[in-house]
């Protein structure tokens, strides 16, 4: 595994940074689009292990997926009848959560796998729902199978979603295909990320599905078609979140282009967190622009809807000044990695002081020395140790290439955005 030398600046970083397709519109719009009623074409995705691993796991399913030969983010997808199949997962929560109910309408078995680490994040929910919607499956987590029939019964089913909003999102998106379609009643602690659940509703409503929210946490999908949609896909704002927080600690200014006028990425709230710790934030011309100040302040706030951001929220707060506490976030014991202990472990190797909660992390900024910042797979703690880097010499970082999950680029983005092409 190589180990990256995560460069350091005693200069502001100043540039502009122009950020792929967004992971979760992507992945949400290759699913609609294989289910709908014609063919499509997804323009501005992602290509990423995350991404990859979709669009081969439909390809698999018998779905016809054709990338543009001139650029490899336009993709067209032609939906066809579906058969039994080899899904990889990866370490994928979408995949992992928004194909299985797809597998209900192929014909034949579909094996699911993933990767060692993607074994242990929470899955029985989703396939126990299957189960009470009318599909036959084997097993409670990878490796498990989905024995398709073509067809499903559908109906109501009540789930504890507190582990995961993908639970959710993954019964919404194929439910118009059930013939009873599907009603989701969530039972049990908070449902986490629930702006993911938000832009589920929306994509389905684009493609021309009756959603409904009969109550806080019941969501209604009606059998009916999916409409082919032409999807353009907005820039990734919980990746861009690394990069404007390089221009927040560092005192330096970074502008991303195409940042949208309404979204439904809960990544944008980036921008609100990077203000209230001190940093001036200037919308212009569709493109975005944070200025760090002299020094960043500590921040205490709950991320129950944003814990994708809390890598890279807990960098800023251990760079900060003053003590921050992050909470609502217990659910990010099974996201990649456990990240409240990934990120306490590594924050504290470095010197600094960051202890775990029972749904959070509390963060003391400490003079931090450089050591090994390890990834465990995660491609936002391998961002998270490229921006403490920034500000502490000597910082290394075991496995960037996990960044390929969402961001293969990051290290030539990153060194570009330094000046360090
Ligand atoms: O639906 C999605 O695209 C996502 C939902 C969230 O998952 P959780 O609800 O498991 O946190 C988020 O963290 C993940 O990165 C993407
Ligand atoms: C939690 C994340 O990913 P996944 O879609 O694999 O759950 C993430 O990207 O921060």
Redesign the pocket.
Known sequence: MSIWSAPNVTSPVVATVDLPGS?SITNRAFILAALADGPSTVRGALRSR?TNLMLNGLTGLGIGIRVDPADATTIAVDPAPMHGADVYCG????VMRFLPPVAAFADGVVGFDGDEQARTRPLSTILDALRGLGVVVDGDRLPFAVKGTGSARGGEVTIDASASS?FVSGLLLSAARFDDGVTVRHVGAPVPSTPHIDMTLDMLTTAGVAVGRPGSNVWQVAPGPIHAVDWDIEPDL?NAAAFLAAGAVTGGAITVPRWPAATTQPGAQIVDILAEMGCAVEPTDGSLTVRGPEKLTGISIDLREIG?LTPTVAALCALADGESVLSGIAHLRG??TDRLAALSTEINRLGGDCTETEDGLRIVPRPMHGALWRSYAD??MATAGALIGLAVQGLTVDDVQTTA??LPDFVSMWQKMIGHP
């Open positions: 992971k995350d370490l994928a929560g979408t993908q919980s994708e996201h990649e491609h936002r999950k969402t």
